[in-house]
């Protein structure tokens, strides 16, 4: 079936989820123009074609064209010569539930992982403080074990959840079409979703202050031995896993919603940033090994936590000038 200029404006338009203002604002006029070319009443000009060319990702033949009715390619899917996948509305609303449950899976392997110290910590300080008649040996004895069961606990949740993901690997590296509609449907879930993934961050963060606060105070009335700081320390890592939980999982589905939609992270420019895509894995395979050697070896749990937050501020860095390299290559 062929398909005129203001059909195509439609379903495009509508694609992406925009309203007739919205479009009509992108493109610097009236909505009364937009719902004009839309009736068929009128035409726009030249350059309006060429910035809704832009604008929708399509070529200025396939608006213009009626016998044009397949939606071409952008040039970044051309260039790689493969077939495109297209995404269907059941394959997303599939896929983001997944997400959410892969979420949960994740977050709550991440919040057993910062709690493995926790039970060696309150083990210390009741040695410290006489209690139970605890021993050094008793303390690290024990207290490795409940490590080591912890971790184990924790990859319960991080293999299955892993497995269960794999098979949508293909949205981090592929670019890929969308279906009608889907695009304004994941638009809609991520608009609402969002106040709820700032009161995550930023319960998150307060409970991480609040912990260290604990920890400090502890330090200053704790004056007659450690005791009370270790287990202060103990108590901020609950605060921290706790806080890891409510950001990981808010941050993996707010995740799920740009790689459907190919923004951020997840954008076919950086889709095609195979050096970072090589480098990404080995660099936290590295940080986990350096993490879990780091601590065996000082068993200071309490401290070694440190490394993630400077491993991500690192990755971070590490990304921009990967990304702006690439960027740079392709301009």
């Known amino acids: 079936m062929k398909m005129i200029l203001a059909d195509k404006i439609i379903d495009e338009r509508k694609k992406n989820g925009w309203s007739q203002e919205e479009l009509a604002e992108k493109l610097g006029v009236s909505r009364q123009s937009v719902s004009k070319w839309e009736g068929a009443q009128s035409v726009p000009d030249l350059q309006r074609i060429l910035e809704m060319s832009k604008l929708f990702g399509v070529s200025t033949d396939y608006l213009l064209k009626d016998d044009e009715t397949v939606r071409p390619v952008s040039e970044v899917e051309e260039d790689t010569g493969k077939a495109i996948r297209r995404v269907s509305m059941e394959e997303a609303n599939a896929f983001l ?8 899976k994740i977050a709550t392997g991440v919040l057993i992982s910062v709690l493995c110290p926790v ?12 209690l139970f008649g605890i021993t050094d040996a008793i303390a690290g004895g024990a207290g490795t074990v409940v490590i080591l069961l912890l971790i184990a606990a924790a990859l319960v949740f991080f293999i299955p959840a892993g497995i269960a993901a794999s098979k949508w690997e293909w949205l981090e590296k592929e670019i890929f079409d969308t279906e009608y509609g889907v695009d304004g449907m994941v638009k809609d879930r991520a608009e609402k979703f969002q106040p709820k993934f700032v ?26 031995g450690d005791a009370l700081t270790v287990a202060m320390v103990g108590v901020m890592l609950m605060c921290i896993a706790i806080a890891c939980f409510m950001i990981v999982n808010a941050g993996i589905i707010k995740d799920g919603h740009s790689k459907l939609l190919q923004e951020g992270d997840y954008n076919k420019t950086a889709k095609t940033n195979y050096v970072l895509r090589a480098v ?14 780091w601590s065996f070896l000082t068993m200071n749990w309490g401290f070694t936590w440190v490394v993630w937050p400077v491993a991500g501020v690192l990755y971070g860095a590490i990304a921009v000038i990967l990304n702006g390299v690439h960027e740079a290559k392709y301009k």
């Not at 009161?199 to 007659?224: C, K, N, R």
């Open 199 to 224: 009161t995550a961050i930023t319960s998150g963060t307060v409970l991480i202050l609040l912990g260290v606060i604990g920890v400090v105070v502890s330090a200053m009335v704790d004056g007659h």
């Open 97 to 104: 539930n997944e997400n959410g449950k892969f979420a949960v």
């Open 119 to 130: 039970p060696l910590l309150l083990l210390e300080a009741s040695k410290e403080a006489g």
């Open 280 to 293: 990404a894995p080995a660099y936290w395979l590295t940080v986990t090994a350096g993490y879990l050697l």
